[in-house]
Every structure is written in structure tokens, then in C-alpha cells.
């Protein structure tokens, strides 16, 4: 194909700068990122590509700043009907996004506020936005249409079979913990009744799980029997590696390799997959996410000084971004962008770090590991508080730079605020903690560390890995999910026995020891993990190149299921007068000895 027009629905699409889009997680940066490089690697390989993404209109956006089209889209639920009102948006980079807005549904959004938290409310929501595209892309005549994560995996059922014969949809999963398990009101058939889709036809076969609705599992089943591809956010496209493996793991594998880490029966292991078994059967692949090269160290835009003195602007002169003000007055009077072949900058900026965070100069030559993230129990960055006082026993000169927060209805995360807190006002000089939000300092956070600690349960992608190790960070974590792309140049331990936090505390202690042990004793080879790890790889060029691919394999799945459909009518045609007689006769085998062809000709025969 010369030219593809490819529909992108997401509930995050990033560009929050713009005050028009929304980033909670990953999800964000990635749709954010991934449109124009697609552009880019189409190009490449001689195709005109379009793509639109599709996301709903939160409250807090200014509709004024949007064309709104000429164009209500019909949506029913529990058998109200009312439309829905469609705006775009055409950006810098030269991407649109369509916006889908009703004020009943999406009046109660904000900045911090996207997802429902009751399951009954997150269905009805999910429902009348993903029949609002549906009926959007319906009227677009696109070619190909690329779903992200469950919220819109909704969409294929509201397209109905006939669309989905000829269009190729495929679906991106981005985080498999969440997969909008919603419990049944007056059973499965009402309560997919209740959101305009037929229960007695769909709940048994596509929607069921342990008596709940699962969506992720619905789409998961539509994506593959309609000949789309699925795909997560790390590994490789047989699946042999990343997220894209984890998710093939059931409970006894998770349990046994538990087992084999510790020696001893596991008490409790996280399954990735949340026991949804149909990623044991259906292939999934992984195309590992990329990061655009403006989060390197020679280009990453909170190291320069106008970029800076822009948003102090902003604040105001009663609210500096930085508290020191010597940090203050060297980061607005000029740029401290850097490269792996010249780190002195970086060394300023450990320096400027240290004044900022501890209030004095460095003295002898301290190391500075650093966290900057979530306190949910994902992150399990609560981890670091309980290894603190270990490490500080263990190196007189190491010191803590912690930037996170929790939460508010997150009890764990609370806790570990509260440990963080603790060891702050106990270590004034060797402990920093701040849990409030500062974007600055957070990039000030991440160039001038030594090490970034990343103790994820879970870690589908792994972007933090890439936004500490392409500014010379180097990574001390978990090895999970996308974070093992970075094993070469990091420190990551293995642990799966989430009720051993004693052990796991261990584990992880001894991959910051050998860490600390690596810069006292062996500065060569530290500079050498510095460095490769600011010239890693984390391009979009590779990935966004096989999501193309993947839209080209739709176009030929569709071939192979119109080829193999003509081959069974055809057949069909030619029994004549035995017709009868073969199909008496034509049972196919089951269980193991069941051939899926020979089951689809059996189909064939008795519809006709």
C-alpha cells in the first residue's frame, strides 16, 4: 500500500504541556510519542502514512482551542441514547487528535482525574466513549485501526463483524494488572445488555471470567479470531523475552522459578498476567518501546537555561524551582546539557544536586543514589526506605536523593512516606526526601546521580530505566518486564516471593553494595556503565519500523482469511450431488486430534 490511514484509540495521549492532553503513566508518553515516528518509518519504507489519534475530551481541556466538527455521534447506554460531540486538534509535529466530549459522561475529569475508580461507572464511561469512536471511525474510511490497553478495547464489538472483515484492527497492551474486571448486575447477558452490546451472543464467548466482565479478555479474543496482532510493550515478537514472556507465565512457572531463586518454597509470587490464562494461549508479542532523543543528555531541555528561565517565569519570583540559591542562579545563567565523552557537566551538576538537596558543597567524593517515582506498590520503591540505613552503615560517603509521593487512598504508599520522612529528619545530611512534584529538579535529580534505584513488582516497558540511563545514571533494580534491556549496563537482582520483603530487601542491598563497591573500587569500570549507558539504543527507529510491518501482516492475514474462506466454498461447490453424503461422514476429531481447518469446513457446511 502507497498510502494508510491508521485510527489510534488511547485514553492518554500525553502532550500535557499543550494543556490538551493527559499523562497518568507510560501510556501517555508513549501515544504522545509513537504517531510521528510511525510517520517517519512509513516514509521508510515508501508509504503515505495518516494517523488519527482517538481520545476522549476530558473537562478540564479548553474545547475552545478545538475545531469542533460537524458531526454528533449516537451512543446508547442502559438504553439512553444521547450524542456525543467530536473536536480535533492539529499539532506542531503535525499529528491530529480527535477528541470526543458529553458532558454526562466526562464532566467530572480532571488533570488527575481520568479513570473511575467504581468498575460500574468505569464500564458505562469506557462504553459510551468506545461506541463514540466506533461510530467516528466508521464515517473515516480508515485501513487500519491500532488499539491501546482495555479502555478502548470495546471499540472492535461496537465496529460488529462486517467492518472488521475487511479492516485489520490490532491491539497494544500496555499494562496487563488492569484489565477492567467489572462484577455482573443481574448476570453476564444484562450487563452487557446494559452497555448496548448483545449479552446472549457475547458474554459466554468473549467477556466471562469467573463471573465478572473482563474487556481486556474480550478484546484479547476479537483482535485474534478477526487475524490482528497482539502486542506489549517489551520483548521481541516471538515472545521470548520482556513483558511479552512474563505474560505466557502461569502461576506454577512464576512459583517454581521463585523456588529455584531462594531455595526454599516460595509464600506468595506476583503472576503478571493476574491469571488471565489466554495469555498462555494466544501468541503475544512484544515491540519494546522507544524514548525520543530529546530525553538525552546533550538535548534534555530542563538542562537549559532558557528553557528554565521560561517557566521561573511562570512561577513567579516568590517561587524559585530551586531552594538553593547558588543552584538557582548557575542553572538559569546557562545550559548543562552534556555527553557520555564529556562528563564534567555532569559532575557540576552532581555538585549543584548536592547543594540544592543537603544545603553545602560535597565533601570528599559522595555518591548519590537517587529514586524519582510513584510510591504504589508497582514502583515497590518503599523497598529503598527499608535497605536506607543499611547502605549508609555500609559507606560513610553514600548518600539518598529521594523524590516521590503516594497517593492519596494509597495506604502502603502513606507508610513509605512516612519511613521516608523518618530517615530524613534522622539523617539531615545523608537523606533527602520530597514528595511533592517539581519537574525541574526531578531531571536535576536524574543528571546529577550516580544511580537510580528501580525495584519494580512490575515493569511492562521500563521508561524511568531509559530517563536515568541516557543522562549516565545507572541503574540499580528489579529484573523485570522492560527493565532487563538495560541488564548490560545496570544492577538488577531477581525476586519473585512478594510476601519475603526481608529477602527481596537483601537481594536488592547486594546489587547496591556491588554498585558502591564498583565506584570506590573500580572507577574505570563505573565510567564504562556511564557511558554505555548514555549510548544505548532507545530510538524509536527499530520499534516504530515494526509496528508498520504489523499493519502490512493485517493486510495479508486478511488475505490468508479471505483465501482460506474461499477455499472452503469452493470445495464446498464441488461435492455436487454427494454433498449430503460427505458431511453424514465428515467428523472432525477433538481435543488434541481436533484439526482447526477441518472444524472451520464443518462450519462452512452446515451453515450452507
Known amino acids: 500500500m502507497k498510502k494508510l490511514r491508521v485510527a489510534m484509540p488511547a485514553w492518554e495521549i500525553g502532550r500535557v504541556g499543550s494543556g490538551l492532553g493527559t499523562k497518568i503513566g507510560g501510556l ?29 475530551c476530558f473537562a478540564h481541556y479548553d474545547r475552545s482551542q478545538l475545531t469542533q466538527l460537524d458531526m454528533k455521534i449516537p451512543v446508547t447506554i442502559g438504553g439512553h441514547a444521547f450524542y456525543f460531540e467530536v473536536y480535533q486538534h492539529i499539532f506542531p509535529d503535525g499529528q491530529k487528535v480527535v477528541y470526543f466530549w458529553d458532558e454526562w459522561q466526562l464532566s467530572w475529569t480532571s488533570a488527575s482525574a481520568i479513570y473511575p475508580s467504581d468498575p460500574q461507572m468505569a464500564l458505562t464511561l469506557y462504553a459510551a466513549v468506545n461506541q463514540a469512536m466506533a461510530g467516528y471511525i466508521k464515517q473515516r474510511n480508515f485501513d487500519t485501526i491500532h488499539l491501546h490497553d482495555y479502555h478502548v478495547g470495546l471499540v472492535p464489538f461496537y465496529l460488529g463483524d462486517d467492518y472488521l472483515q475487511n479492516v485489520p484492527v490490532h491491539f497494544t497492551i500496555h499494562n496487563a494488572t488492569y484489565q ?5 448486575i443481574d448476570g453476564g447477558f444484562s450487563s452487557l445488555d446494559r452497555i448496548n452490546l448483545p449479552g446472549w451472543t457475547l458474554f459466554h464467548k468473549y467477556f466471562d471470567f469467573f463471573d465478572n466482565l473482563n474487556l481486556m479478555k474480550a478484546c484479547l479474543l476479537k483482535v ?18 520482556g513483558y511479552a514472556a512474563e505474560l505466557k507465565m502461569n502461576h506454577d512457572q512464576v512459583w517454581g522459578q521463585a523456588y529455584a531463586q531462594k531455595g526454599s518454597p516460595p509464600g506468595e509470587v506476583f503472576v503478571p498476567n493476574r491469571h488471565l490464562d489466554l495469555f498462555e494461549k494466544l501468541p503475544v508479542a512484544g515491540i519494546t518501546n522507544g524514548m525520543s532523543d530529546v530525553n538525552r543528555a546533550e538535548n534534555l531541555p530542563w538542562l537549559k537555561a532558557s528553557v528554565l528561565q521560561d517557566i521561573q517565569k511562570k512561577r513567579g519570583p516568590d517561587n524559585p524551582i530551586f531552594k538553593n540559591p547558588f543552584t538557582q542562579a548557575e542553572m538559569l545563567s546557562k545550559d548543562h546539557n552534556f555527553t557520555a565523552d564529556n562528563l564534567d557537566v555532569k559532575a557540576e551538576l552532581k555538585r549543584l544536586l548536592h547543594l540544592e538537596v543537603f544545603g553545602s558543597e560535597p565533601v570528599w567524593d559522595p555518591i548519590l543514589i537517587t529514586a524519582v517515582g510513584r510510591l504504589v506498590a508497582q514502583k515497590n520503591l518503599g523497598l529503598a526506605a527499608d535497605i536506607i540505613e543499611r547502605v549508609l552503615n555500609y559507606d560513610g560517603g553514600t548518600k539518598f536523593v529521594i523524590l516521590a509521593s503516594a497517593p492519596e487512598d494509597e495506604a502502603d504508599g502513606k507508610a513509605a512516606e512516612a519511613h521516608f520522612f523518618s530517615l530524613a529528619a534522622r539523617y539531615p545530611d545523608r537523606v533527602y526526601f520530597n514528595n511533592g512534584f517539581n519537574l525541574p529538579l526531578s531531571k ?28 549516565g545514571n545507572v541503574v540499580i533494580g528489579r529484573a523485570t518486564g522492560g527493565l532487563t534491556k538495560v541488564r548490560h549496563c545496570a544492577y538488577l537482582y531477581d525476586w519473585l516471593d512478594v510476601s519475603d520483603r526481608y529477602g527481596e530487601a537483601n537481594a536488592f542491598f547486594w546489587q547496591v553494595k556491588a554498585a558502591i563497591d564498583t565506584y570506590r573500587l573500580n572507577p574505570t569500570h563505573h565510567t564504562y556503565l556511564v557511558q554505555t549507558a548514555m549510548n544505548i539504543d532507545a530510538s524509536w527507529d527499530k520499534s516504530a519500523a515494526k509496528y508498520i510491518e504489523m499493519y502490512r501482516y493485517g493486510f495479508l492475514t486478511k488475505q490468508w482469511l479471505a483465501a482460506r474462506q474461499r477455499l472452503l466454498t469452493d470445495f464446498g461447490a464441488t461435492l455436487g450431488d454427494d454433498r449430503q453424503l460427505f458431511s453424514e461422514f465428515f467428523l472432525p476429531g477433538h481435543g488434541e486430534y481436533a484439526d482447526p481447518f477441518d472444524w472451520a469446513l464443518r462450519h462452512t457446511l452446515d451453515k450452507s
Open 180 to 184: 477492567g474486571i467489572t462484577p455482573l
Open 28 to 56: 501517555g508518553v508513549i501515544v504522545e510519542e509513537l504517531p510521528p515516528e510511525l510517520v517517519k518509518a512509513a516514509a521508510q519504507q515508501d508509504i503515505e502514512l495518516e494517523i488519527e489519534t482517538l481520545s476522549p
Open 224 to 241: 485474534y479470531e478477526t487475524g490482528g496482532k497482539i502486542t506489549t510493550v517489551s520483548g521481541d515478537i516471538a515472545g521470548t523475552w
Open 444 to 471: 536535576l535529580i536524574f543528571a546529577g546521580g550516580d544511580f537510580s534505584l528501580i525495584p519494580s513488582r512490575f515493569e511492562p516497558c521500563g521508561l524511568v530505566d531509559y530517563e536515568a540511563s541516557l543522562v
